[in-house]
């Protein structure tokens, strides 16, 4: 199986600030790269696909970037309702894998 | 719109099993996969597997490989998780959500609390 990797496990900072969060798989993904948020208590929302690509009605802070096995996810001037859990996901075996996930929260 | 709703939360017994529905609607059901996926408390997210819905083929994780099937009901819309032998490592929030493109899982469910405990 592809085994995902995230970094940093966790982070903290404030309304307003650019936050990037590192993924790497352990093969050459190519570009099929997604990443989800997720809040307690609620399902997990798809952002990005395809490494880069905005996923309908996400804004346009959230952005996406990478090929091969290093991606990258950046969320430019965090707002509120951004404190979540985000996971990055292959979808390049359909054994599809997720990272173990960053936790971002406020400073 | 897309729509997934799943069935109700469950208690069971270490060694029973479960099965948990979900009902698609807002779409051509035959025309997509459905992958189901957990989170346990305090985990992350781990997918389990998914099928065509179309032709009914799936393809499981190693990890429930032998424990888990999944089917659905082309005239009913909905998918079915079955998770067998029970144990308390598998109290989590189970989920299915839609695959598009064979990628991306584009819309979820609401999730089911599968809770295992004597």
């Known amino acids: 199986d592809i085994q995902m990797t995230q970094s940093p496990s966790s982070l903290s900072a404030f309304v307003g600030d650019s936050v990037t969060i590192t993924c790497r798989a352990s093969q050459s993904i190519g570009s099929f790269l997604n990443w989800y948020q997720h809040k307690p208590g609620k399902a997990p929302k798809l952002l990005i696909y395809d490494a880069s690509t905005l996923q309908s009605g996400v804004p346009s802070r959230f952005s996406g970037s990478g090929s091969g096995t290093d991606f990258t996810l950046t969320i430019s001037s965090l707002q509120p309702e951004d404190f979540a859990t985000y996971y990055c996901q292959q979808s390049y075996s359909t054994l599809f894998t997720f990272g173990p996930g960053t936790k971002v929260d406020i400073k | 719109q897309v729509q997934h709703v799943q069935s109700g939360a469950e208690v069971k017994k270490p060694g029973a099993s479960v099965k948990v529905s979900c009902k698609a609607s807002g779409y051509p059901f035959n025309t997509y996969t459905m992958h189901w996926v957990r989170q346990a408390p305090g985990e992350g997210l781990e997918w389990m597997g998914w099928i065509n819905a179309g032709q009914g083929k799936t393809k499981y994780s190693q990890k429930f490989q032998g424990r888990v099937t999944i089917t659905r009901d082309t005239s009913a819309s909905t998918a079915y998780m079955e998770l067998t032998s029970l144990r308390s490592e598998d109290t989590a929030v189970y989920y299915c959500?839609?695959?598009?493109?064979?990628?991306?899982?584009?819309?979820w469910g609401q999730g089911t609390l599968v809770t295992v405990s004597s």
């Open positions: 959500a839609r695959g598009v493109r064979g990628g991306p899982f584009d819309s």
